[in-house]
């Protein structure tokens, strides 16, 4: 099989793909790259290929079925998850899935054992989902020592940091999710546990019981259990721990719901009695029993568009449902899983989960705008279809293979025999879409075009359906499609029709519960569960987001995750909420702790003719800080005057040329100007101001643990001045803001490896449209 030819058929892989499948998918010897696209395809092919000779299939029927695989890879229609395409076929020991859940147990032991495990599974390039469920709360007894116990949130922490030391395998970052019952006695910790920062490793949900949803119905308090003891130690008002959630989920994007009965209720617990599921996989979209794994795929549905965009060819799309369950199937016998417990617990019960993306794309490929009746109306045929598709391929598996172990003892033992206990998994889609060169999951675009920077090259990419339906439509131009790529998305442009705006709509540009009813519409019909990122504008409230949990709740998903626009970017330029204005005995334009500096300032503004910038001394001595920050080390120089006034500051950070360095220079440059601006504060004072403007802008992720954390570039300067200066760190401003409707406008997230503008937040994980940069 090794010896086997590699089939003549090339792919058609865009920029995009090409980088990202150098930089973390090829084979190489350092950095010399040793496979094309098409030898990663076909290694991946050969190496899952293999799992047929233990059916005794014949050396033909495996070449048949390595190049059935291959097809799928090579036209576009079908990739499994990046662990596959990173480790099938390299023998270099790591396994091929993406997603794991380990149990937690309620003792010392247990608990670091699970840290291990935890560890060694980012090491392959996996990520983990942990349930501190049954963790004792905080403060309670522990007889083998008489001491107090730490509580879940702790051992949160300890999970968190103990990710930070391990990268996975060099390619993926490690990623998790972490869940507790919401009728833990330290269900409020926990629910507030990532407001202060620190926890960047991790997704949290609250497992939100029936109970519990039925108490916020009816405005009723709930019991809190002691997961040690089962017994009752409290009660709490459902609405009270329900808007506690809603606030921090309004601030961070954490916490998520995990509607945990509703689950183990369904077809995502498949041997119940057997099992309870307790956690989900870092995204949220797949429920696990403890140390089970499973393997995942994603069909790019807009292949599947007939070539008069007037329907789907559904035979197609039947033919390649089976043979990428055949795919997946296979995956299981063959991957090299990295602990016994996790290798028995996924071949007992054979879980596998085929998903789709290139559903935006499907949908503007047919004129079908995400935000209509008939997205959801075709959303729900198809989730049937490959549904129905999927558990008949299974089916014919278990007539040849034989049913998953556990089969007897499952809720399908009265029905047809299955190969697999679950057979769908709508997944996130980060880089596999962009090989694929196709929209992420079931999301709406980011935007209908973009622009790249690279050195001197000013790349513009824009939505290939969108530019066909411009040239049909004969309103195509150059200049147009710079000024979508200007503004993302098409909305208000005049020479762009009305239908096709309706059509082209991106993703803050559709209303949150057109986001949620889209999940609900594939949950319906989805075994395990939904990735979806129920996108959020900035100006968004605490009842937009208490509004869009409540509906998923109503509409039968399994679980939810909410992300306000700007709620973890990095904003650039952002200057914080206003103070209030100065008393009238101030001076003009001085805040009140300032005043008694107004004096001293305004002799020495006295000796500047009116309006004149100071200008530089040709020599001025200062002292570099060195201070690690999310966009990397950042190097802040401080120069002062003979006087030891601090009169400029430089901060670099990130590549020559790239937008990140830009932006650093650019607030240096601005912190210089205002130290340099006639004014009756003292340089010490601006320097205050300054401070005051940008500690605690929070970005997308932090670096560092307590007085050290960095939450961004802006926070890692003002730390900067303030320790130059002598000054305390101020605090941040708190979700106030959002009862009282101020709010500040949000963009996307500078990427950490590229430094271009295009990180976005989608189905529970950041990834970059320009370079492929992944978080998970």
Known sequence: ????????????????????????????????????????????????????????????????????????????????????????????????????????????????????????????????????????????????????????????????????????????????????????????????????????????SVAATDRFMEALAKDEAYDLIDPHTREVTGRLRAREVFDRIVQAAWRTGDPGLFFIDRCNGGRANPVRGLYEVEATNPCGEQPLYPNEACNLGSLNVARFVRPDHEGIDWDRLDRVVRTTVRFLDDVIDVNPYPLPEIDQAVKDNRRIGLGVMGWADLLQDLGIPYDSEQALELGDRLAAFIQRAGHEASADLAQERGPFPNWARSIYREGPMLRNSTVTTIAPTGTISIISGCSSGIEPLFAIAYSHIVGDRHLTFVSPTFERVAREGGFYSEALMERVAQQGMVRGLAEIPEEVQRVFVTAHEVAPEWHVRHQAVFQKHTDNGVSKTINLPHSATLDDVARAYRLAYDLGCIGITIFRDGCKDTQVLHVGTQKEPAKAEAPSGVPEAAAPEAAAAAVEAAAEPRGAIKPRPRTLRGVTYRIDTPMGAAYIHVNQTEAGEPFEVFANVGKGGSDTAAVSEAIGRLVSLVLRLPSPLSPRARVEQVVHQLAGIGGRREQGFGKRRVRSLPDAIAQVLAEHIGLTEPGVEEIEAARKGTQIQGAHDLCPECGHHTLVYQEGCSKCYSCAYSDC
């Open 1 to 204: 099989m090794a010896q086997a030819t590699r089939p003549a058929k090339v792919g058609n892989w865009s920029e995009s793909a090409q980088r990202v499948l150098r930089e973390r998918y090829l084979m190489r010897r350092g950095k010399e790259v040793l496979e094309t696209p098409e030898g990663m395809c076909w290694r991946v092919a050969t190496a899952i290929a293999r799992a047929e000779e233990r059916y005794a299939k014949g050396p033909t029927a495996v070449q048949e079925a390595a190049e059935a695989f291959y097809d799928l890879m090579i036209d576009g229609v079908f990739l499994p998850n990046s662990p596959t395409l990173m480790n099938a076929g390299k023998d270099n020991g790591l396994q091929y899935s993406a997603c794991y859940v380990l149990p937690v147990g309620d003792s010392m032991e247990e608990i670091f054992e699970a840290v291990k495990r935890a560890a060694i599974i980012h090491k392959s390039g996996g990520g983990t989902g942990v349930s501190f469920s049954r963790l004792r709360p905080k403060d309670s007894l522990v007889e083998s020592t008489g001491g107090k116990a730490s509580g879940p949130v702790s051992f949160l922490r300890a999970f968190n940091g103990a990710t930070d030391a391990v990268k996975q395998g060099g390619t993926r970052r490690g990623a998790n999710m972490g869940i507790l019952r919401v009728d833990h006695p330290d269900i409020l910790e926990f629910v507030e546990s990532k407001l202060g920062g620190g926890i960047t490793n991790f997704n949290i």
